[in-house]
């Protein structure tokens, strides 16, 4: 479908489940965002799981969203159990601005849900030459390093930075070794997964994905993955008053109440202790390129390069959607 024509089918589906055109339009852009930049797993396939929510009346299409100012750079947001898109956009516009008038802009957001792809919002402070970190947690999907019951979501941890060039380097990793969305894809096209990224319920490996969604994912690099996603659970969850300790609730399965999920976004002025970062990290990255490459590898890529490739070149095709999805986007839309 053409991205104008998916932009204009999406905006009258969340419309249709209530939202405003603002935050409809907020939504439709994250989500072919994911598409373009080849994040299917977080894309038009989440779209019915997110119209269920609100229908449920899990998500609130019209919340009353409270924006509390601490300070000039710190900001607590209440959410009101809004569509994380919308959560994630007023969010990360307030620390942008934050960060533009005193060097730092810190928000906290509380009862939001799921709100994609963290490197969307990196994106949006580098591209105002800001550097970011972004960090929301997720349902459990990950067992803490020596218990043997999923606790931590798959957490990602993002930081971006200009680079004096137009592609903005911007690291975004779950901390999971793939993330749960791709294991959903695998279960409902009943491919298999990776070895080594899952365990079933009995605690045995896995590449069966039902299995794998049953038991649970492994960290990347043990014990200092599953530190990484408890870091990640502690500043979105525990600091900002969202839900954390594994009592965040899986979107697809679990209609007991809002997810209540947390975000917490660091965005600051590149300048605050040297005047030349541009060129600092211009040779940063120079360096690093130039060294010696090991057999097979053409180029050093820096996190991001590949992705804005990918999104470059997607923006100029049509976006293919598979036919599961569109009769559910059909549905949706009748
Ligand atoms: N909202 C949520 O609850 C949630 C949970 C988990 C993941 N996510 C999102 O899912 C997305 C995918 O996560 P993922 O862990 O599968 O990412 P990934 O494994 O595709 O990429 C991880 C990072 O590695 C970089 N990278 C990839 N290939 C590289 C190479 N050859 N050289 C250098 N760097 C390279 C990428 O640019 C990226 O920054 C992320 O955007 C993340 O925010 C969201």
């Known amino acids: 479908m053409k991205i104008k024509k998916l932009h204009n089918f999406l905006i009258k589906i969340f419309k249709k489940q209530g939202l405003s055109q603002k935050d409809s339009l907020i939504c439709s852009n994250a989500i072919i965002n994911a ?4 994040a299917h797993s977080h894309g038009l396939s989440r779209v019915k ?20 100012k601490i300070s000039q750079s710190i900001t607590h947001i209440d959410a009101n159990n809004c569509i994380g898109f919308v959560a994630g956009d007023v969010g990360i516009k307030q620390a942008i601005k934050s960060a533009k008038k005193t060097g730092i802009g810190l928000v906290g957001i509380k009862n939001s849900g799921h709100y994609g792809l963290s490197g969307y919002y990196a994106e949006q402070a580098v591209r105002k030459n800001l550097i970011a970190f972004c960090f929301t947690n997720a349902p459990p999907a ?6 043997r019951k999923s606790l931590f979501g798959t957490n990602p941890i993002c930081f971006g930075t200009p680079t004096a060039s137009k592609v903005p380097f911007i690291l ?11 294991i959903r ?9 990776p070895e080594g990224v899952a365990l079933d319920k009995y605690g045995k490996p896995t590449v069966d994905a039902r299995k794998a969604l049953e038991g649970v994912q492994l960290p990347i690099a043990g014990f200092r993955g599953s530190g990484l996603a408890w870091m990640v659970d502690i500043l979105s969850g525990v600091l900002t008053g969202g839900n954390h300790g594994g009592k965040v609730k899986d979107p697809f399965d679990d209609f007991s109440g809002p997810q209540n999920i947390g975000h917490l976004f660091i965005i600051i002025k590149p300048n605050l202790f040297v005047g030349n970062y541009s060129q600092r990290i211009k040779e940063n990255i120079k360096r690093i390129k130039r060294l010696p490459k090991i057999k097979g590898i053409k180029e050093i890529l820096y996190p991001g390069q590949s992705k804005f490739k990918r999104y470059k070149k997607n923006l100029k095709k ?3 959607i598979p036919p599961n999805i569109v009769g559910d986007l059909r549905k949706l839309n009748a």
């Open 35 to 38: 598409e373009l930049v080849g």
């Open 49 to 68: 799981m997110y119209c269920d929510r609100i229908n449920k009346k899990l998500i609130n299409p019209k919340p009353k969203i409270k924006i509390k």
């Open 318 to 320: 049509e976006i293919k």
């Open 185 to 193: 894809v695998a279960a409902r096209t009943g491919k298999k997964i």
């Open 172 to 182: 975004d990793t779950s901390v999971s070794v793939i993330n749960r969305g791709k």
């Open 142 to 147: 990950i067992a803490p390093h020596g218990a």
